[in-house]
């Protein structure tokens, strides 16, 4: 860290928020020799509405951000999970690849703890007032000024509102809502996981067992869904809980509407920020994490070829593979969540093996959209080929 004239500290790089995104991009750049600052609102440990699904697809990514082992003592792994549809078990499947279960609040608290001790400078706590570039003003009229500056900072980011006017498009963002039942109101904590398609529209609903208690929610895209707080009510009714509506709690969820250009010259956006959320399984923790290194790679190299202006070109060229997956996603999607397909696609899920195991190996991180899309437009009946309107994948 240095003063400029004004004896405001200058950083390398500034990351305002310490999610999975923020703490991968802070934690790679310092231990690359960059000065940084790691900015969050919120003090650690804090909550974060979320399923806390740990994927292996997030595990993997995780050891290769953090370069760690991930530590599972607050996890809990299960291999049993039902797929279901309106009400009735589509398939019961009792050993697929690891999920791992994790509550968000111990999670994020580690992943920041990663980021300062890899060398990060701990700005949490502390409330931006302005942005200005890649300076940033705190309420308490400090400013810390960066060469680039990483926007990690949510669903609702102030970075992307300065950039662009606004976080994201209110006509294609979704929406999840979620409660934490105990052991004693009705979901045995040795459940599988359960996933419920068609539980919202474009979306799903699912329940999580983990150690003290199930995370039970629905999320789906918001303007197909505008009565989400009536369909959870019914979703957890089918399942024998009776929770008052003032208890859900909700959080916007950037399914799938991905910023094309996610920033501008030395200014990024990462993870929710820059609308990186799976279209289909509304995994974003490892899209974050992911994003958050790439963010940071292309920041230390344009710093090192003294260029920072050129940090979003050399972003956009590492995301090019996350874009096309999520792009293929959102056609598949298609298939999987428009009310008039969904029959079709739950009847080939029943019947179909192999577009099971292809899900899972996908939450696991051993399959890509690319090759699950081939198998899929190979295996569903030709009406839906012929829905997609010659839609090529
Ligand atoms: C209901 C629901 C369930 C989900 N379930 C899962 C799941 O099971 N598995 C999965 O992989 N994904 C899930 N997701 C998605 C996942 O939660 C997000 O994709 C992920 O948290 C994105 O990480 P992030 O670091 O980009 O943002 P966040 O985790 O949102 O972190 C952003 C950080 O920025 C900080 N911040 C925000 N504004 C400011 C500001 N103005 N100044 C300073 N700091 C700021 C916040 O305090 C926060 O620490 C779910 C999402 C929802 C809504």
Request: hydrophobic share 40%; glycine share 10%; aromatic share 8%.
């Amino acid at each position: 860290m240095r003063m400029d004239q004004t004896n405001s500290p200058e950083f390398d790089i500034i990351v305002i928020g310490a999610g999975p995104a923020g703490s991968a991009a802070a934690s790679r750049a310092a231990r690359h020799g960059a000065t940084v600052a790691l900015v969050d609102k919120a003090s650690f440990p804090r909550t974060k509405l979320c399923g806390g699904l740990f994927t292996e697809r997030s595990h993997q990514t995780y050891c290769k951000v953090f370069d760690r082992q991930f530590d599972f003592s607050h996890a809990v792994t299960r291999r049993e999970i039902e797929f279901w549809h309106d009400n009735k078990c589509l398939s019961s499947l009792p050993d697929v690849p690891p999920m791992h279960l994790t509550m968000r609040i111990d999670l994020d608290k580690r992943l920041f703890t990663h980021a300062i001790e890899d060398g990060a400078h701990d700005f949490s706590g502390k409330s931006i007032a302005s942005l200005d570039g890649t300076d940033v003003t705190f309420r308490d009229g400090c400013t810390i000024r960066g060469r680039v500056l990483i926007g990690a900072d949510g669903v609702n980011s102030i970075t992307a509102r300065a950039l662009f006017g606004a976080p994201f498009d209110k006509s294609t963002i979704g929406f999840g809502l979620e409660v934490e039942v105990a052991p004693d109101e009705q979901i045995p904590t040795e459940q599988p996981l359960r996933v419920d398609f068609g539980a919202a529209n474009w979306g799903y609903g699912w329940s999580f067992p983990k150690q003290g208690s199930t995370t039970v929610g629905v999320g789906g895209l918001l303007n197909s869904n505008p009565d989400m707080k009536g369909q959870f009510s019914t979703y957890l009714k089918a399942q024998g809980l009776d929770h008052d509506p003032r208890r859900f709690k909700g959080h916007y969820l950037p399914f799938g509407d991905f910023r094309v250009v996610p920033g501008r010259g030395a200014v990024l956006l990462a993870g929710d920020a820059a609308g990186l959320v799976d279209p289909i399984t509304g995994e974003g923790i490892a899209l974050a994490m992911e994003s958050g290194h790439l963010a940071a790679r292309a920041a230390l190299d344009a710093i090192n070829a003294s260029a920072p202006e050129t940090a979003l070109d050399r972003y956009q060229v590492a995301l090019k593979d996350m874009h096309r997956s999520l792009r293929i996603a959102r056609g598949i999607r298609r298939i999987v969540f428009a009310p008039g397909w969904q029959q079709t696609f739950v009847g080939a899920f029943r019947r179909s093996g192999t577009l099971r195991t292809q899900y899972l190996q996908l939450l696991a991180g051993q399959v890509e959209y690319p090759e699950l899309a081939r198998n899929m437009l190979r295996r569903l009946p030709r009406l839906v080929v012929n829905r997609l309107g010659g839609h090529r994948f």
